[in-house]
């Protein structure tokens, strides 16, 4: 028997390319250069997008845990995680959460950022968009978190000989207005 895989013809048009980038507001009607002013930085080691439901199982005398057509899915947990190598003001208040800066009086030439006691509607992202190479287009993959907020806080890791890096996870959020929303959306391109 030969080798048996997953690999056949259209294998080569389906492969996403290298670490991609994370951008803040993405505007979908714009193009990715244009949407390359909002990228929150350098990375190192790619990035990581994960879309998790909470799913429960309905109990019934009798059933087994998973029958089907039993489960249900509670919500979705949905993050973007990766570690942020480049450091601006913005990429801090975007680790942070809710953060808030204003120019230093004293010591001057510097911005002065702080944590806040309160998440307001303003800390929230409109979204935080992956946007990557796939293989078969010159088209971006492209995926949103919506009402995107950092609930892990800023931890900044230094050390000698290395660059100091910030380990960055994006929590997608419901919107209270439509509550069956989901969070997140995948645009993946047409291939031929």
Known sequence: MGRITGLNANTPKHLLLDAGAIIKNYTLTS???????????????????????????????????????????????????????????ESIKLALGAAASESATNPTGYTKITGKEDIADADYLGNVAYVGRISGSGEPVIILLKNALSLNGFNLSVSDKNEGSVALVITAHYDPADLDEVPFEIYYPNIT
Not at 50 to 62: E, F, K, Q
């Open 31 to 89: 193009d990715v250069a244009t949407n390359m002013a909002n990228v929150i930085g350098a990375t190192e080691g790619g990035v990581t997008f994960a879309a998790v439901p909470t799913i429960h199982n309905v109990v019934l005398d009798g059933a087994p845990t998973h029958t089907k057509g039993l489960e249900r899915i509670d919500e979705w947990v949905v993050t973007l995680s990766a570690t942020v190598k480049e450091h601006t003001v």
